[in-house]
Each structure stands twice: as C-alpha cells, then as structure tokens.
C-alpha cells in the first residue's frame, strides 16, 4: 500500500461527526499519520460517551483495515485543568468578543492557550461551514486564510492572532457535504458511529441540547433514537408556549 509520507497531521479530535470525518478522511483518501488530542474536561455530561465513540471508530477502521487503523497514533489526552493560563491570549480574544456580532465560544481561547503552552506548529480544527447561520469564525478569518484555510499574513499583534495555530480544513463542508462524501468514500458507515449530545439522557442522546436540535434541524434526526425524538417534540412544544 503507498502511504502519503508527508508530516503527520495533528487534529483535535472529539469523536464528533466533524474531526472525526476529518480523521478519516485523512485515513481512507489522504493516507496520512494522524496524531489525535483530545482535551478531557471532567465536568462535561458527554466525556464518557466521547471517549467510547473514539475507542468504538477505531475499532471499526480496524476491521475496516487494519493497515489505515495504523495511521491513526494513540491518542494523546489532555486534561482541561492542566492547560494554563495565558493573560495575552485571554486579552486578543476578549478584544474580538467585544467586536463580534456574536459571542465566540470560549473553547477557541482554551484551544490556543493549549496549543501554545504544548508548542504544536499547527493543529487542525474542525469548524464545518453551517447550514443554518452564517459562521462566526468564517466571517471573522475569511480574509486571513489561504488557499489550504490556514491563517496568514498576520501580524502577531493582530487580536485575530490567536488562531493563527490552526488550520480550518472544514470550513466550507457543511454537515451534509461530509456524509456525501462518507458515503462516496466508503466510510459512511464507521461516521455515524460519532457522538453528537452535550447532555446524554440514560446513555442516550438528551433529544434537547443545542446540538440535539441541530441535528434534526439538518436531517440527521434518523440517528436519534424514537424516545429522543419525542423528547424533542415536547420541548419544542414547551419553548414555544413559553415564548
């Protein structure tokens, strides 16, 4: 088999639909290394189904093949309490929150303190382009980034800087262009075995998080189980008596 023996690519990886069709892309099409992070952070509901759903895909690539299972390197996992502060990081993103139309999420400050602290030259991060609103980050880098949607051309004194440690690679695949894809790749089948709920319900998706919603919103709701679904329908039905 010829492998791709360029520099392995470094991914965050949350064992959600997005990196995960990012690493195995990279696998099945790229044939490239793949060096996993994954940051643990104790207090969020969903860490146990995250960890299982990466032990459950790397399992199926392996049955898959066992010679691409080997481009996927173990893991390495970082606790969120062991990612330290950054005053000059924390201040460039606060500076953009104040500008933005929309909060930022507070994971992209937590990202590139965690990237700088381990000194990775460059970690991919997989933002996917949304179906439903236009993305905050596509907005606010779309000027920055080249034609492989790294960051560019930045002066480090630029607030904007700080995402300077990642490349998008997803940001103009939506959802949907990701299974399309899957699909005419081959690897559909091990994608959906991804975890997608902030706030499993009895080890099942909650039915009512915001990516629960999404996920029905987009077409995906054929992956949540019947129960999920009706808890969605009642809440949806409650959030609009409340309104």
């Known amino acids: 088999m010829s492998w791709n023996t360029d520099a392995e690519i470094n991914l965050l990886w ?8 990012r690493l195995l892309y990279l696998v099945f099409v790229e044939k490239r290394c793949v060096q996993p992070y994954y940051i643990v952070d104790t207090g969020r509901p969903s860490t146990l189904n995250e960890l299982k759903a990466m032990h459950v895909i790397r399992e199926e690539v392996a049955k898959k093949n066992p010679q691409l299972a080997d481009l996927i390197k173990p893991t390495i ?3 969120i309490h062991d990612i330290k502060p ?3 990081i924390t201040a460039k993103f606060n500076r953009l929150n104040e500008k933005s139309p929309k909060p930022i999420g507070p994971q992209y ?8 602290q381990w000194k990775i030259p460059r970690i991919e991060l997989c933002v996917e382009l949304s179906e439903r609103a236009p993305n905050i980050l596509v907005n606010l880098l779309s000027k920055y980034l080249d034609n492989e949607l790294r960051i560019t051309q930045l002066d480090e004194n630029d607030d904007a800087s700080i995402f300077s440690f990642f490349s998008f690679p997803l940001l103009k695949l939506s959802k949907n262009d990701m299974k399309r894809i899957a699909a ?4 559909l089948e091990i994608l959906e075995k991804t975890w997608y709920c902030h706030n499993p319900w009895h080890n099942r998706p909650c039915g009512i998080c915001g990516p629960c919603d999404i996920a029905i919103k987009e077409g ?5 189980p019947k129960i999920s679904k009706l808890r969605h329908k009642i ?6 008596f409340k309104k």
Request: glycine share 10%; proline share 3%.
């Open 109 to 116: 400050e937590r990202f590139a303190r965690f990237v700088k």
């Open 184 to 187: 005419e790749k081959g690897f």
């Open 86 to 88: 950054d005053p000059e």
């Open 235 to 240: 809440w949806t039905v409650i959030r609009c």
């Open 77 to 79: 996992i970082v606790s």
């Open 220 to 224: 995906f709701g054929y992956r949540m």
């Open 14 to 21: 949350s064992g959600g639909w997005d990196s995960t069709f």
